[in-house]
T-cell receptor, first 114, second 115 residues
């Protein structure tokens, strides 16, 4: 079965400092992995996706993630946090054997201090 | 302007009532999905549909029903059999390339509260 584990429920950083949100996955085959962001009471927005092309994936708003098969990780990073980055972030794996069903991690709440 | 719309944004229901949440997309996507989100949790799949007139149960389908009569529309009915329906409901859609499903695009959500 496919699953994802987000290792931190809450991360707090200062504006201008790097962001690291950690995610480990479990999959019986080469997975499709995503990071989504959700601002309060809003829908989800896709940040980036990995689909077995380049292992370093660049997304929107300066975010990127690196797929490491040996570590089964897909951590999200950003060199310099902005106040507008404060939101909930979800690491997600897609199960193509079940109609593209998305399996979500529990989420990481990112706080950005001025 | 392409996208996914959900209505209403807020919905209040009395216990014992059925309610229907609307989801419409003009992205020409074949697959559509309904998720439920509870505070502090990730999303859980209720139902999904890969093609018109066909749908499958997700992980938490009990107390819910759906229909897919048109490609653009995938309404969700929350029945009185759903024991704890208060939640944030999100609709999504995606395309398919060969055997791989592409990223899902989400609507803005409907917040359902049972009074």
């Amino acid at each position: 079965a496919q699953s994802v584990t987000q290792l931190d429920s809450h991360v707090s950083v200062s504006e201008g400092t790097p962001v690291l949100l950690r995610c480990n996955y479990s999959s019986s085959y080469s997975p499709s992995l995503f990071w989504y962001v959700q601002h309060p009471n809003k829908g989800l927005q896709l940040l980036l996706k990995y689909t077995s092309a380049a292992t370093l994936v660049k997304g929107i708003n300066g975010f990127e993630a690196e797929f490491k098969k040996s570590e089964t990780s897909f951590h999200l990073t950003k060199p310099s946090a902005h106040m507008s980055d404060a939101a909930e972030y979800f690491c997600v794996v897609s199960d193509d054997n079940q109609g593209g069903k998305l399996i979500f991690g529990q989420g990481t709440e990112l706080s950005v201090k001025p | 302007d392409g996208g996914i719309t959900q209505s209403p944004k807020y919905l209040f229901r009395k216990e014992g009532q059925n309610v229907t949440l609307s989801c419409e997309q003009n992205l020409n996507h074949d697959a559509m999905y309904w998720y439920r989100q509870d505070p502090g949790q990730g999303l859980r799949l209720i139902y999904y549909s890969q093609i018109v007139n066909d749908f499958q149960k997700g992980d938490i389908a009990e107390g819910y029903s759906v229909s897919r009569e048109k490609k653009e529309s995938f309404p969700l009915t929350v029945t009185s059999a759903q024991k704890n329906p208060t939640a944030f409901y999100l609709c999504a859609s995606s395309t398919r390339t060969s055997s791989t499903y592409n990223e899902q695009f989400f609507g803005p959500g409907t917040r359902l509260t049972v009074l």
